[in-house]
């Protein structure tokens, strides 16, 4: 089980798809396909069950999420939630920065997450990576959502930029 209670969201995006309940697997493979396809350098990706907190998780709060993950930002985490709201389905993913690293923890707080601020003490290097890694996970997202819209023939115009420090 993962928790989020050390990690600062730094970019997220979402979208509710009316009337797709139960479209929640569909989307999470059509997603795992794309990630496959791409054959990104160093990225990873699995299900896990994910809590806000230990304590939370304890008391049963917990949902199911895709975890992306690159093998040299460790720091870093692209989760994506995909779950039925009533008749239905919210979409949301989000990069999370860990706090347990303490550089990591006095950037993000340093940078106060401006859009267009310094992304942690990353070389520019790094910031291209992790950007590309951030697009990757986005694009994957992007392709499970188009899927389902298109299957299910909903008539909806999806903002796809994302809200945060790497503007994706």
């Known amino acids: ?41 160093g990225v990873t990706w699995k299900r896990e069950t994910v809590t806000p907190g230990w ?4 008391m ?18 692209f989760f994506v939630s995909v779950r039925d709201y009533g008749k239905h389905l919210d979409v949301n993913w989000y990069l999370a920065a860990s706090q347990k690293n303490p550089l990591v923890k006095l950037a993000t707080q340093a940078a106060g997450f401006i859009p267009g601020s310094a992304i942690f003490n990353l070389d520019v290097f790094d910031q291209e990576d992790l950007r590309a890694y951030g697009r990757i996970g986005q694009a994957a997202v992007k392709r499970g959502t188009e899927s389902v819209i298109e299957r299910r023939k909903v008539q909806i115009q999806v903002d796809w930029k994302s809200k945060g420090m790497l503007a994706l």
Do not use: N
């Open 1 to 41: 089980m993962v928790t989020l209670k050390d990690a600062k969201i730094v970019e997220s995006w979402g979208v509710m798809l009316e009337g797709c309940q139960g479209e929640e697997q569909g989307l999470f493979s059509t997603t795992e396909a794309y990630l496959e396809e791409s054959k990104a350098p």
């Open 55 to 58: 304590l939370k998780g304890l």
């Open 60 to 77: 049963g709060k917990k949902r199911d999420f895709l975890l992306i993950e690159h093998e040299r930002f460790d720091d870093y985490s």
